[in-house]
């Protein structure tokens, strides 16, 4: 008799090498963005690259909060701003948000649609966050327009370069090593 579980094996293991690429990206993307550009925008998409791909790879709820909490509590573990928890609030905000297409990253434009509404709210959260708690000079309108707004910016430069890369693995049918 076999015992069916909610995740198996290979999500868990899905979900490990996602988590270890959310942290690298934040330890290196995020600073570099700030000492670049002054603006957030790398690091919107060092956190929505890897969540966009373990939710693709895996079609599970869960998946990308588990990223989100695990790689953030790496990252600032590993010296990393402790603003980086923002962005796991919005990793839970965006698998919340993916129930609407059950977390499938499909080639169809309701799925496509559903996946970039999810990025740039959950983007969008996370500046207004990180607006309102860790830049207390500032006021909630300062986060809520300018701060928000930019890493609105970095959600949907992420979405530019991560959804061609699901779209060209999903034509690879790459979905086969999984099984899926």
């Known amino acids: 008799m ?13 979900a490990a090498v996602f988590c270890a690429f959310f942290a690298v990206l934040n330890l290196t993307l995020g600073p570099l963005s700030f000492q670049l550009l002054r603006l957030p925008i790398l690091h919107d998409f060092a956190v929505f690259l890897p969540l966009l791909l373990v939710t693709w790879a895996t079609w599970r709820f869960g998946t990308s909060s588990l990223v989100g909490i695990i790689g953030s509590a790496v990252a600032i573990s590993l010296g990393g701003p402790p603003l980086t928890v923002c962005f796991a609030a919005s990793a839970v905000i965006f698998d919340l948000l993916m129930f609407a297409n059950r977390h499938r990253i499909r080639i169809s434009i309701y799925s496509l649609m559903i996946a970039a509404i999810a ?21 909630v309108q300062w986060a809520l327009t300018f701060w928000g707004g930019w890493h609105l910016a970095g959600g949907i430069m992420t979405i530019g370069i991560t959804l061609p890369i699901i779209l060209a693995l999903e034509k690879a049918n790459v979905r086969k090593i999984k099984g899926n």
């Open 119 to 139: 990025t740039m709210l959950s983007a969008y959260v996370a500046g207004v966050l990180i607006g309102v708690f860790f830049t207390p000079s500032q006021t």
């Open 2 to 14: 076999s015992k069916r579980t909610y995740l198996t094996t290979v999500d868990v293991a899905l």
